[in-house]
């Protein structure tokens, strides 16, 4: 049987590499994975301190298992140049810090201990994507995913593609291609076996085939009553696949769903149902860590998108992540758009190549996700290169011919080799550029971006982000004008039928070079800051949602009659929902409706107060005393929402919430935890600056320092278990308030 055992745990690392390195074990800092080579600030960093060699060390110890079997090393992923040595002996180099690889132990195994040696480069080589030109993130150095010691017999399961077919008739099938792995040619005849299973693990079906070569595609059809995979209910099955033959037995498995994903002229359509997306690019950074975070953190991702923003889709920009937040976007209902790395710069035809071997490697390990839609396979905001994209799409459609594929672009008039034109349209802004002639405009036409006289399919993929970058604690009008260049795009999209939807630059601040972002290492581009926490555009893509999901109510202000220009909260966006909002200020009651006239295509345009509602003198003037504000949201002509803000606040709660109370003990396990400092209305103190100390007493640590500054009224860090089970004591202290303590459970 297949063995596929973590072996993220007892690694020894090391600055720097020699050879020596290679061959001969050192003490030296022990970690487990995934790890990251420099623990950053948070900000106001030197990314060059990553960008260079680092050793990872191991020792595999013989096992009785690994007799006449073959036994390899799966890396997820390693950033960036990645060389794998057995003692001594280098086994594997692999040049890409996003994609797998396997580093294959047998034969060479002895009796005994072994050495394993990773060396890790981090340095932005050029030969390697995205590297090369400049980029708008940091590929930080490390073995930041998981590694796992597999085991299998001579003749094994090498991969499974799985394709569906008559999805929206009552009786479905699926077909199943069985790769094989013989790296020792042997001669052999065998049996493949294959089941499919619902969720509560029961075979509804089964197919068997004799196989002697390197593949065998088998075929279950007449499938009654199977669900679809949809974003309400995504219905997942499970084929499992088992290899027989004299030199033994391997099982295999994948998830899959039954869906059909098109991009056409007219918009998407998922099921055959037309779908406006709404969504978001996230990249997989963290702070103080970088890339490496574990399965709870990558799923915690997925569950923000879908769960709190409400989005339909993510963009996985600018690169593959992670299977656990894949797994997870499949289990939740969650579209994805996956592509390959890079940013702008194309190299030079040894590049060319790696890249389109990225092409392969990403779909050959992602083909199965029902919630992957579309393949991007040019480099991000590239120019043209005809021979090269033509490439990259041919190969895409001959391993995948299942799903469409895209090319991000920001320059017009770009040559369509893709299935769907995507396009990063940053017009909005452009007004107030020296010399601009058109007024204000949200996106330009298909048309005039594409240089076609047709419509094609088209995808807005970016925009905002840089056109106007917004820290949670900015000023309110800075806020408001984020906020209502969010709700303009998306009103925008929701206008065009054949926009397919719009992709907003992006879900979350993020770490970059110095030659982006804020001169502090940070791209405040995100609608949440970098600990996940909501700035006030997060509630434009949450209050799209049906309020049967979740009745949202956000008036986009700290209600302080001093905190605008000149003074007041008009006009007053309150992003919800509801059909009606009741403002009640003193004696004064007013209820009102969404504003259609400015937001007619919105599924649910905010409600904007202002002089068309309220007299100059109505909600008082400077010198003036200055009320508290109470809002109800109706739906149905019925209060379902209610909101208090007040006038005088003050520090009153310190309030402490992690994600999850119980850890695994285990697999470096961890959880978000947020801090925030609230009034006493339960509302975040936007400009209160003071520091919060976070202590543990437990089998568990805080990643990053623990002092830590609010910003925004809101701080956060992650707590990560340190392998032992027990009861871990969480105490939070800050000055203007009484200290907290939180208890909880590695388990």
Request: proline share 5%; charged share 20%.
């Amino acid at each position: 049987m297949r063995i596929l055992a973590n072996f993220n745990e007892n690694w020894t690392f090391h600055e720097g590499f020699s050879p020596d390195l290679a061959k001969t074990y050192r003490e030296g800092q022990a970690i487990s994975l995934p790890h990251n080579a420099v623990e950053l600030p948070f900000n106001y960093f030197d990314e060059t301190s990553y960008q260079h060699a680092f050793t990872y060390q191991k020792i595999l110890a013989w096992q009785p298992d690994f007799a006449n079997r073959e036994v390899s090393l799966v890396f997820d992923a390693a950033m960036a140049d990645s060389v794998v040595y057995l003692n001594g002996e280098k086994i594997i180099a692999h040049k890409d810090g996003y994609t797998p690889f396997e580093a294959r132990l047998t034969g060479l195994l002895k009796q005994g201990d072994n050495l394993i040696a990773v060396k890790i480069d981090g340095s932005e080589n050029p030969s390697i994507p995205p590297f090369g030109g400049r980029i708008d993130y940091l590929t930080y150095a490390g073995i930041y995913r998981d590694v796992w010691l597999k085991v299998t017999a001579p003749v094994s399961i090498a991969n499974i593609k799985i394709e569906t077919a008559n999805v929206l008739a009552d009786a479905k099938s699926v077909s199943v291609r069985c790769d094989l792995n013989n790296p020792q040619g042997l001669a052999f005849t065998g049996t493949v076996d294959i089941e499919l299973k619902n969720a509560a693990g029961e075979t509804l079906a089964s197919v068997s085939a004799g196989t002697d070569g390197n593949s065998v595609t088998l075929t279950i059809g007449d499938l009654p009553g199977l669900d679809l995979w949809t974003l309400d209910n995504p219905v997942l099955y499970k084929i499992a696949v088992t290899l027989t033959s004299a030199h033994g037995t391997d099982i295999t498995s994948s998830h899959f769903g039954f869906r059909t994903a098109e991009f056409t002229p007219e918009g998407f359509r998922l099921n055959g149902k037309p779908l406006k997306i709404r969504g978001l690019n996230r990249h997989q950074s963290f702070p103080y860590v970088g890339y490496a975070m574990g399965r709870a953190a990558q799923e915690g991702d997925a569950d923000i998108l879908k769960n709190m923003l409400k989005c339909n889709l993510v963009r996985t920009s600018h690169y593959p992540q992670s299977t656990w937040f894949l797994d997870q976007c499949d289990r939740i209902g969650l579209l994805v758009f996956e592509e390959i790395p890079g940013w702008q710069h194309i190299g030079d035809a040894e590049w060319k190549q790696e890249s389109i071997r990225n092409v392969r490697r990403m779909i050959e390990r992602d083909w199965n996700h029902p919630s992957i839609v579309i393949w991007g396979v040019r480099i991000n905001e590239s120019l043209d290169d005809h021979t090269f994209y033509t490439e990259t799409n041919r190969l895409a459609r001959e391993l995948d011919p299942t799903r469409q594929t895209g090319g991000v672009r920001y320059i017009t008039d770009s040559e369509l080799l893709e299935d769907v034109y995507t396009m990063n349209d940053f017009i909005l802004g452009n007004e107030e550029l020296p010399g601009a002639n058109r007024p204000r405009t949200a996106l330009r036409s298909q048309q005039e971006c594409t240089g076609l006289s047709r419509n094609v399919p088209y995808l807005i993929t970016e925009f905002g982000g840089h056109m106007y970058p917004t820290k949670i604690h900015d000023a309110e009008q800075r806020q408001a004008e984020h906020v209502r260049r969010h709700l303009e795009v998306l009103n925008a999209a929701h206008a065009d039928p054949s926009i397919s939807g719009a992709i907003g630059w992006c879900m979350f601040d993020y770490n970059t070079h110095q030659d982006f972002g804020s001169g502090d290492r940070i791209c405040y581009h995100g609608v949440l800051d970098m600990f996940r926490e909501p700035k006030f555009a997060a509630y434009v893509y949450a209050s799209q949602c049906d309020p049967a999901d979740e009745v949202i109510l956000k008036p986009v202000t700290y209600w302080a009659r001093g905190e605008r220009s000149i003074g007041g909260v008009l006009p007053l966006i309150i992003l919800t929902n509801c059909d009606e909002v009741e403002l009640r200020y003193g004696s004064l009651t007013k209820r009102i409706g969404p504003d259609r006239e400015n937001f007619p295509h919105l599924p649910h345009p905010p409600v904007v107060i202002d002089h068309r509602h309220f007299s100059n003198d109505e909600l008082g003037v400077w010198g003036l005393k200055w009320e508290d504000g109470f809002f109800t949201g109706y739906l149905g002509g019925k209060p379902v929402s209610e909101l208090h803000m007040v006038a005088n606040p003050l520090p009153t709660t310190l309030d402490i919430r992690p994600d999850r109370q119980v850890l695994k003990a285990k697999g470096r396990d961890s959880t978000r935890v947020i801090v925030r400092a609230l009034d006493q209305v339960g509302a975040r103190l936007p400009f209160l600056n003071d520091v919060v100390t976070i202590t543990v007493d437990g089998p568990a640590r805080v990643i990053g320092p623990e002092t830590i500054a609010f910003q925004g009224g809101t701080t956060g860090f992650w707590l990560e278990t340190t392998g032992t089970p027990g009861a871990i004591t969480l105490t939070a202290s800050s000055s203007r308030f009484e200290t907290v303590t939180l208890e909880l459970q590695a388990a």
